[in-house]
């Protein structure tokens, strides 16, 4: 396997190991949810209760119960990361495409643990608001909280249907109608067995032995199994593909355990109102136990074609990249080697590859531009003009601004620019140039250039409007020869056009002093 | 790419990632560790000293920081999970595999913390008398498991920074620990406990106390704060002194971004401005004065939780344009599939796009190339926005500059895709900058169709 490419295809510890792991966090902190969401549940009812006076049990007993909150969401939160982590190693294909499809609402399972969370448990620990307040907040908290399994419960039943994906994403955040259905019966089987666990829990550690509220809960429980026993018949029809033997095997195991737990739970000995809890918590998680069989089992068998499939194509995908190996390794060595903190750098990286090494516009994209790189050898110009430009960029070229780098790194490439080209400052006087040559230049200017350059070298409105615009020659120029080529050969990619190319080479020398002399007025 | 790519609307995916990830730390380490740190010193000298007041104070700070820890931090903390498998699986899926061993060791020392403070806090009542010594021990256990946890994912953080030799080695032990680690890790707790003792003068100041006490806590925690404050910005400097300057050369830039880029001095204003309102609330706090530290506090923990998420900003920042450097760029092409792609194609080789069964829609092959190459950073419309980098530039300008952002822009990764491909990405760009095209978000993997279909 290519080192540059295998990091998915490797497992840090064997599959049996994965799975052993895997289920058994997924177990612990399954257990931990139902018995957060089962609390979060009665404590509103029991808030309900209070508020409405309804029953004399009640009175309060709320608070009771959602003081145990904090401590089961804690541990099922934190119970939680074992089997997140170990899906993401050992179903890595199948989990990440499924929390792909519901990006959005998987992220937001965040904004609604932290609000649920912190108003659960501000209202069980000592916050003291007005009773309906306090029921408005703890139905806000239950409805957000309630909505996390659902969640989840879309992004497994999505993971465990690959042959679906597609028709999903055609439906946005929705499932198609046939896994709707198995969506909401799964759903609901959560619900449904969260009041059980919290329930079962609350009858024996938050009732203090009170008959009437231990009545009220073994009501509950019996009402959570009465909903699962509803329910299941429905998630079984609903099941996406028929189930194996062994899936079989654990349902009638689990179904089994559920009788023997109601019979303990309703049967003649708890008529009284009381049953053991470790016969019963026993029977209850052993329901669980094997209702995550069946739904471990099923997992298993839809993940298995998906992953040798993916592990094929990693493979063939490998053996493609390994020719680009020496390559890529050989760019990241030198890319770390190479510091932007100085100009011939940032030059060299950043600039030449279109003004070119030696600054003459013919980096190698320089033919890939309308709008040719300038020659900066032949331009003079200001230091804060250059440093606007570097800054800015200049609309309507390839120029981007080179705001990426902080305004010193701009400094120093501009006193490098400087250094190699002279590129700061004016532009040596033209030579020869008559009195009456510069007087008919002039003329020339303003007829010919400055509806553009303005009269005095600024752009007007109309020209700024360009793209690119014209330069100002108030801050900036070109040396002689390139000034002279631009007026007669125009600047292509631009409105600039050959406007001086009938001139006699005095005249154009004259105007370019013009320019020179607008530089100078302008300074 | 084998995985779907979602876009976060206005946010971006990297700072959707990033403002989870500076809540948790602010929280693990402000409050986990830090301020936790403080209610054991309280209860210390509460229980063990026999100072009056300060073991009901401790009582009364374990409330907000146990329902702020189990509700905000943990969350935040798996949030950091569900972040990344969501916008950047590839990446998390391939880190995993690095450092599966110090993540499964950290998640049993975070199940531990979080029995350590739920037996604290529940049992803060019961456990009274001499049995209160088994309270303090809960307390100092929880801060221990916590730092613990510290040093787990520093390890990995500072391997995104500086993986020294692991690109060629692929050794666990040069990848764990790498150079930035344990300067790295020091300064972790450095800011830990300074931010812990901000977070316990805030509380002093504000709460109900005896006059007596209060000035007693503000002058303990004051102390507390100046030594771990000193501590830090030792450390911090060492920090920096050892990350390479083909990094750092780019830290002040991370903060500034190209709108303030050219106004540096605002940077150090701005810190210097933050660092004198924390030193304001020692001075406040070591002279007793009850009404001073009311009033910097509060700016001084806004300015001590900007510190912390500049910091993060800049490490997460100028670890770019890798997130496992010399495997993998921080849009998720491997360093091996960017030359790859250059041969044969990005579109024809991601499998995600050829399930979609929507090759020949222009739209979708430019969103395609824009989130695979793009998305990680930027956005279309929102922070960081795509359309407004390049607007006014030319249709080649843009060509060019997509074709060279590595090398313009160091901590930019490299565009991958054929020059077609290069050239599908420019015109879709550079048409929503000029207008021609409307400025979309593209938020969902694929968006919608002239079908209708997404």
């Not at chain 1, 909280?145 to 879309?154: D, K, R």
């Not at chain 2, 905000?72 to 998390?92: M, P, Q």
């Not at chain 2, 990350?243 to 701005?270: C, D, E, G």
């Amino acid at each position: 396997m290519s080192p540059l490419f295998g990091l998915l295809m490797a497992y840090p510890l064997p599959s049996a190991w994965r799975q052993v792991l895997l289920f058994s966090g997924f177990y612990f902190h399954m257990t931990l949810v139902l018995l957060a969401l089962g609390t979060a549940f009665l404590a509103v009812f029991y808030c309900l209760a209070t508020c409405f006076r309804a029953g004399s049990f009640g009175q309060g007993w709320d608070r009771g119960i959602l003081r145990t909150f904090m401590g089961f969401k804690s541990l099922a939160v934190v119970l939680g990361v074992a089997p997140l982590l170990l899906i993401q190693v050992g179903r890595t294909l199948p989990f990440f495409n499924a929390t792909g499809l519901f990006a959005g609402l998987w992220m937001l399972i965040i904004v609604l643990l932290v609000v649920s969370f912190i108003s659960f448990d501000a209202l069980g620990h000592g916050m003291q608001v007005h009773r309906l307040l306090r029921l408005g907040l703890g139905v806000t908290a239950l409805v957000l909280l309630a909505a996390v399994p659902g969640i989840f419960a879309a992004v497994l039943v999505a993971a465990e249907n690959p042959g679906l994906w597609i028709a999903i994403l055609e439906q946005g955040f929705f499932l198609p109608g046939s896994l709707m259905f198995h969506w909401a019966a799964r759903y609901l089987h959560v619900l449904g067995a969260a009041l059980v666990f919290g329930a079962f829990f609350h009858y024996f550690f938050t009732s203090g032995g009170d008959s009437g509220k231990r009545a009220g809960m073994k009501g509950w429980l019996l009402a959570g199994v009465l909903v699962q026993l509803v329910i299941g018949p429905l998630l079984i029809v609903s099941l996406p593909s028929e189930m194996s033997a062994l899936s079989v095997v654990f349902l009638g195991a689990g179904l089994l355990t559920l009788a023997v737990f109601v019979r303990l739970v309703a049967g003649r000995r708890a008529e009284a109102g009381r049953f053991g809890l470790k016969s019963s918590a026993a029977l209850l998680l052993g329901v669980l136990l094997f209702m995550l069989l069946v739904r471990q089992d099923r997992q298993d068998r839809a993940f298995a074609s998906l992953e040798a499939s993916a592990a094929s194509l990693g493979r063939a995908r490998a053996e493609a990249l390994a020719p680009y190996e020496k390559e890529a390794l050989a760019k990241y060595r030198e890319d770390v080697r190479r510091a932007y903190d100085n100009a011939p750098t940032i030059y060299g990286r950043s600039c030449a590859f279109c003004h070119g090494e030696e600054g003459d516009g013919r980096g190698p994209e320089a033919g890939n531009l309308a709008v040719p790189p300038e020659d900066i050898t032949q331009i003079r110009a200001s230091r804060p003009y250059l440093l606007s430009v570097l800054a800015g960029g200049v609309r309507g070229t390839a120029m981007p601004y080179f705001a990426v780098f902080v305004r010193g790194k701009l400094v120093d490439l501009v006193a490098y620019l400087d250094e190699r080209w002279g590129v700061v400052g004016m532009p040596p006087p033209v030579s020869g140039v008559s009195p009456a040559d510069l007087e008919q230049a002039g003329k020339l200017y303003s007829e010919r250039c400055a509806s553009c350059h303005g009269p005095a070298g600024v752009p007007t409105a109309a020209a700024e409007k360009f793209e690119p615009p014209p330069p100002r020659f108030t801050e900036y120029s070109l040396l002689p020869g390139r000034a002279m080529e631009v007026m007669s050969g125009g600047y292509h990619g631009t409105m600039m056009g050959g406007f001086a190319a009938g001139l006699s080479p005095q005249l154009k020398k004259a105007l370019v002093q013009v320019l020179y002399d607008l530089r100078t007025a302008g300074t | 790419m084998p995985f779907l790519l979602f876009q976060v609307p206005y946010l971006g995916n990297g700072m959707a990632i990033g403002l989870n990830a500076v809540i948790h730390v602010i929280i693990s380490h402000g409050v986990a560790i830090g301020f936790t740190a403080m209610i054991v010193v309280a209860e210390y000298l509460g229980v063990r000293k026999g100072w009056p007041g300060w073991e009901e104070q401790a009582a009364r700070m374990l409330k907000p920081a146990a329902i702020i820890i189990t509700g905000v931090g943990a969350v935040t903390g798996v949030g950091i999970w569900f972040t990344t498998s969501a916008l950047n699986a590839r990446g998390i899926g391939s880190m995993l595999r690095v450092f599966f061993w110090p993540w499964f060791i950290e998640w049993l020392v975070f199940t531990l913390e979080v029995a350590a403070i739920l037996v604290y806090y529940f049992k803060w009542d019961a456990w009274a008398g001499e049995r209160r010594k088994y309270r303090i021990s809960f307390g100092a256990a929880y801060v221990a498991l916590a730092c613990v946890s510290a040093f787990l994912i520093t390890g990995i953080l500072g391997f995104m920074l500086t993986s020294d030799g692991w690109p060629w080695s692929r050794s666990f032990v040069q990848a764990f620990f790498n150079p930035s680690f344990p300067a790295q890790l020091l300064l972790r707790l450095g800011l830990s406990f300074t931010l812990g003792s901000l977070f316990a003068l805030a509380f002093v100041s504000f709460a109900r106390l005896e006059p007596g006490h209060r000035r007693q806590a503000l002058r303990v925690y004051g102390r507390i704060m100046l030594a771990a404050g000193v501590l830090s910005a030792l450390f911090g400097v060492w920090y920096f002194a050892v990350v390479p300057s083909r990094f750092k050369t780019h830290a002040v830039f991370s903060v500034l971004t190209s709108h303030f880029s050219q106004r540096p001095h605002l940077f150090w204003w701005a810190n210097g401005a933050a660092f004198l309102l924390l030193a304001g609330a020692v001075v406040a706090a070591l002279a007793g004065a009850r009404r001073a530290a009311r009033v910097l506090v509060i700016p001084a923990v806004i300015a001590a939780a900007a510190l912390t998420a500049e910091y993060e900003r800049v490490r997460e920042f100028i670890r770019g344009p890798y997130i496992l450097p010399g495997y993998m760029y921080s849009n998720q092409v491997l360093l091996t599939e960017e030359a790859y792609f250059r041969d044969k194609g990005l579109l024809d080789n991601s499998p995600w796009f050829g399930l979609a069964g929507r090759a020949g829609d222009k739209t979708l092959e430019a969103v395609y190339l824009f989130k695979q190459n793009c998305s990680s950073c930027h956005t279309i419309g929102g922070l960081n926005d795509i359309v407004d980098r390049v607007r006014g530039r030319s249709l080649d300008g843009v060509y060019v500059i997509i074709g060279r952002t590595h090398e313009m822009v160091p901590f930019m990764a490299p565009f991958s895709g054929t020059d077609e491909e290069r050239h599908a990405l420019a015109s879709f760009i550079y048409d929503m900058a000029t207008g021609k095209t409307p400025v979309r978000t593209f938020y969902l993997p694929f968006p919608p169709g002239r079908d209708g279909k997404r």
